[in-house]
């Protein structure tokens, strides 16, 4: 028998996808799940003829064969009949169910059993199997629309860790996708307890072919996929009563989920089984899955679950917040970047991990994260490093490990690591603002540091300060640029002209006809304000001499009273409106999932010092000269990238040259030629 490596495993599925796809071809999802059925019977084949299958006698010899005089057809039958005795095996029960046919493609199966015949699945490790096929799966789902049933693998194991499940866990997850979460925790106790048997995991999902993938993903995980279900309809948001015998009430202690962004119930029935959905014709998932959790935990029992920050900060939302801190100890708050669930989603979520209240519980500071990079761009690809690693491997860019390790320090010594970057990684009272203006958020944007820092400058500035309406009109109704401007050319401002931070920007010229959105009108002298993703800071000045525009109507126009209450320079104000005293009178402000945004009126309340003229000129100046130096700086960087490029082109010329040349390789390559030979 032959020994198969990870990328052995999956050049062999790959190869049993191709005998299908060639013979009567067929969906690259029905592939899969042929190619699952196969591999499943091949390791029961194996297991038969050792003796050790739950239920089935020793087979004499293995099933899955060709054997002297075989055609097609009988080698067909035999594995036929191979998966009807397994899937009524005690071990496989629930395998068969919902998705019970055997491929029919007699051809690509009989040529598959030639494929597998010299294999020994069954003695590849689990964590090469396991790991193989979740490849397979993710190559096959993610990138279509059955994305919705992947949490990316990084925030997985990251959400597992925050967890810590332990060998003795009863791990649940009742949104379950492909299983993801569920072998992940088995992943997770497997590595840390090697010698203690696989937890048990328990699995629901409504959609049939995704809970059958995921018993296949637990079984090959080395663990009991028996425990997995099909619920079609409200799926575990059904009434406890009818679900209890699949999951009970208190029954389990961890689990992981990752539910559905987005989505209502409204069926009536369910959601009268909710304290939060009763009475109403309609209530978001996420919210039900939260209190559905909390019922299904043990008391002292985790729960991981990744929600969007609506169930967070909305206040239509307070009635969930409310029963978290009833019924449980928030231990952790973890913010996500936007780019999180690109392209598939662009709620903003978080990771919130609370235990079920066991008695008299206090609770204690919550640790909170401000997660900027998770390891993926926008478009879903890996966002690497710019700089490899010792051996030469460029690691994703992520914050997560990071603040895993801060969580991990807090949990041992009850304090956060001395190094830790306090604007990313802070512990919260979650009470301080209770009987304020929604003063019950949980989400990280309320509590973040910068909120703090702000009311600090604040109390101790020695100039009087004032509120934004105080100084500026706010020019916020819209105008349609097609009836404004018709097909005539329009300077044009979008968001995406912006650049985060800096106050540069640029502007397009447009026919007012091809924007179809509401726009605001801006002339030389305004001061801009991005009210949508506060946190990018983009905020501009336009100068005066400028000959104005339109620009997105998820901007702000300011334009200086024409008596302030107090004489302010714009370009100051604007400089101001970026920096943290800016931002941190915002961040706790923001509220909202796909698209965050901060209200005009938050920003009509926005307070800034303002000290006499020539001392704002004077601040000016300095600003001016930082920004110019900032800016030398970047265009030191290009050129060294630039000069870098050359240099390993010219290395690379060098070599072909002395190759080709028949003279050998001489000095002329060494680096310190090439830059001799740039430097010329």
Not at 103 to 116: F, G, H, S, T
Not at 399 to 422: C, G, R, S, T
Not at 504 to 512: A, D, F, K, M, S
Request: proline share 6%; charged share 25%; glycine share 8%.
């Amino acid at each position: 028998m032959n020994h198969l490596d990870r990328a052995g495993f999956k050049r062999l599925a790959n190869s049993m996808s191709k005998a299908f796809r060639d013979s009567m071809g067929g969906g690259i999802v029905e592939r899969f799940e042929a190619v699952s059925k196969l591999l499943f019977i091949k390791v029961v084949d194996e297991r038969m003829v050792a003796g050790n299958w739950p239920g089935a006698p020793k087979a004499e010899q293995p099933a899955l064969e060709w054997r002297s005089g075989d055609i097609s057809r009988t080698v067909y039958e035999r594995a036929r009949q191979l998966w009807l005795k397994a899937t009524e095996g005690p071990l496989a029960k629930g395998l068969q169910r919902d998705r019970g046919g055997f491929p029919e493609d007699v051809e690509a199966v009989a040529r598959i059993v030639k494929l597998l015949q010299p294999h020994a699945l069954d003695r590849v490790d689990v964590d090469i199997k396991g790991a193989a096929y979740e490849e397979l799966l993710r190559d096959t789902f993610e990138k279509n629309d059955n994305q919705q049933y992947f949490t990316p693998r990084h925030l997985m194991d990251f959400t597992v860790g925050m967890a810590d499940p332990s060998f003795d866990s009863i791990i649940c997850d009742p949104a379950s996708g492909s299983g993801g979460f569920l072998v992940g925790g088995l992943n997770y106790v497997a590595d840390r307890y090697p010698d203690e048997i696989p937890p048990q995991v328990y699995g629901v999902d409504i959609d049939a072919r995704m809970a059958w993938v995921a018993r296949i993903n637990v079984f090959l995980h080395g663990g009991d996929p028996a425990n997995v279900f099909h619920l079609p309809g409200a799926g575990s948001l059904k009434p406890l009563p009818q679900i209890q015998k699949v999951l009970p009430r208190g029954g389990f202690t961890t689990i992981l989920t990752n539910p559905p962004f987005g989505s209502d119930m409204t069926d009536t029935a369910a959601l009268d089984g909710f304290r939060t959905g009763r009475g109403r014709p309609t209530r978001r998932r996420g919210v039900l899955f939260i209190e559905r959790c909390l019922e299904l935990l043990k008391p002292g029992g985790t729960l991981a679950v990744i929600i969007d920050d609506s169930i967070l900060n909305l206040d239509g939302n307070a009635d969930i917040r409310e029963l978290l801190r009833k019924k449980s100890i928030i231990r952790a708050v973890i913010s996500l970047p936007d780019v999180a669930f690109m392209p598939y989603s662009t709620a903003k979520s978080s990771v919130v991990l609370v235990t079920k209240k066991d008695g008299d519980t206090y609770q204690k500071p919550v640790f909170m994260a401000d997660v900027e990079h998770v390891g993926n761009r926008p478009n879903g690809d890996p966002l690497y490093q710019e700089v490899p690693s010792v051996d030469g491997v460029r690691p994703l860019l992520s914050d997560l490990p990071a603040v895993l390790a801060a969580w991990n320090h807090y949990k041992e010594l009850d304090a956060l690591p001395v190094d830790a970057d306090q604007d990313k990684v802070f512990l919260a009272d979650i009470d301080a603002y209770l009987g304020q203006p929604s003063g019950d958020r949980l989400d990280v944007n309320f509590f973040h540091p910068t909120r703090a820092h702000a009311a600090a400058t604040l109390a101790r500035a020695s100039s009087p300060t004032y509120a934004l309406s105080e100084l500026y009109d706010f020019h916020t109704s819209g105008v349609n640029a097609s009836d404004l401007h018709g097909d005539s050319i329009v300077n044009w401002i979008g968001l995406g002209e912006i650049t985060a931070e800096t106050g540069e920007y640029e502007v397009l010229q447009v026919p007012g006809e091809r924007i179809r959105s509401a726009v605001r009108v801006y002339q030389g002298g305004d001061v801009l304000v991005s009210k949508l993703r506060p946190k990018l800071r983009k905020v501009i000045r336009v100068p005066e001499e400028d000959d104005g525009g339109i620009c997105s109507a998820e901007i702000l126009v300011l334009r200086q009273k024409e008596t302030p209450a107090a004489p302010v320079i714009d370009d100051y104000v604007a400089y101001l409106l970026r920096s943290d005293l800016g931002y941190g009178q915002q961040v706790y402000q923001v509220t909202g999932v796909g698209r965050p945004r901060v209200s005009p009126t938050a920003l009509k309340q926005l307070r800034v010092p303002v000290p006499p003229l020539h001392e704002q000129r004077l601040i000016l100046r300095e600003l001016d000269a930082a920004f110019a130096h900032y800016r030398e700086l970047h265009q030191q960087a290009d050129a060294l990238r630039q000069q870098a490029q050359q240099l390993l082109h010219a290395a690379y010329a060098s070599s072909v040259d002395a190759v080709t040349s028949g003279e050998g390789m001489s000095d002329v390559a060494t680096p310190a030629a090439v830059r001799v030979a740039l430097s010329a």
